[in-house]
């Protein structure tokens, strides 16, 4: 029972990361309609900015608390990935609108590759290790560990994806967002500026993005350039799960991703005889992804999105 209640933890705490993530692939889908492959990398690309930024600090000798150098990273890596994120729908995007399905899809591809390859160049090949500034005090939960971190950490992810919510639901914003993905000919009508709507969405997106690729870093002491790539098609899985589109349906596939790969991690030995260890463990998002086109292409919260014409 320990060894469950502690798959579980974990699980949520991987899920709430990936939910943060599957948020910004499912608001640009909504709006857009595209898969927005690049995201993965502006996750890694927040990762590392935020490790690069506290490392100048530690170097310069700026003594401060950990939380704050953390924030100090974070006030760096926030802007650059919502810069990036304005730049890639402006440039990459934005021209390809009204074009095939298949042409977006295929740059989506070519800006990750770029991005990945962008970031080899800058930051090496090599795992960038997290600095050691935050507090790592481990409490008991019913026999499992949980540290502080990992507690703030889904404090955290839960907080912005309610006020992602709220943003949504209760304010001008959120009206333009939701009018636009219902019909963005007849937004624009009505006055919505639509450019500025879903270049705003890719900003908020790439923000979440930045802050998930930072709680990845510090969870798992470490960030490296290709680390977007496959929490990126993790995070697209538990979008597809939920119901890409949906945004309860992105954080409710994001956790029981989580939950499922988790608890797989803990088991797949015993149920393979030890044929099969933990670090397989990124099969089991991939067989999620396969059942769920197969047997329920509309995900867990059944969102149908109507064809445009």
């Known amino acids: 029972m320990d060894i469950f209640i502690q798959q579980l933890l974990n699980g949520l705490i ?33 990762a590392m900015v935020t490790i690069t930024c506290i490392n100048v600090l530690l170097g310069a000798g700026v003594q401060l608390p950990g939380p704050l150098l ?10 650059v990935s919502m810069l990036l994120g304005f730049t890639i729908e402006r440039v990459a995007y934005r021209p ?36 050691s500034i935050l507090p790592t005090e481990v409490h008991e939960f019913f026999g499992a560990a949980i540290t502080d971190l990992q507690i703030a950490i889904i404090i955290l992810a839960f907080l912005l994806m309610a006020g992602l919510f709220f943003l949504i639901e209760r304010t001008r914003l959120g009206r333009a967002m939701r009018a636009t993905a219902q019909n963005p000919d007849v937004a624009g009508l009505m006055g919505v500026n639509i450019n ?12 979440l993005g930045a802050v998930a690729g930072v709680m990845v870093a510090a969870n798992y002491d470490q960030a ?13 899985t538990a ?21 499922i790969e988790s608890l797989g991690a803990g088991y797949l030995g015993d149920l393979t005889g030890g044929f099969l260890g933990s670090h397989y463990k990124d ?17 867990l919260m059944g969102e149908r999105v109507a064809e445009r014409a």
Do not use: C, D
């Open 239 to 259: 979008a597809v799960l939920g119901g890409i589109g949906n945004l309860g349906g992105a954080v409710i596939g994001g956790i029981l991703l989580g939950i």
């Open 196 to 207: 500025t709507v879903i270049s705003l969405t890719f900003i908020i997106g790439s923000a």
């Open 70 to 79: 953390l924030l100090a990273g974070l006030a760096m890596a926030i802007p």
């Open 96 to 131: 390809l609108r009204r074009a095939p399905r298949l042409a977006p899809l295929i740059t989506a591809i070519g800006v990750s590759i770029v991005l990945q390859q962008a970031a080899m160049l800058i930051w090496g090949r090599n795992y960038r290790p997290f600095p």
């Open 283 to 299: 099969i089991f998002a991939f067989v999620v992804l396969i059942a769920v086109l197969i047997f329920r292409p509309s995900g």
């Open 224 to 236: 490296h350039a290709y680390m977007g790539f496959m929490i990126g098609l993790k995070a697209f």
């Open 14 to 46: 991987v899920g709430s990361i990936y939910a943060l993530i599957a948020l910004g692939y499912t608001m640009v889908y909504g709006i857009m309609q595209l898969i927005n492959f690049a995201h993965g990398e502006i996750v890694m690309i927040g």
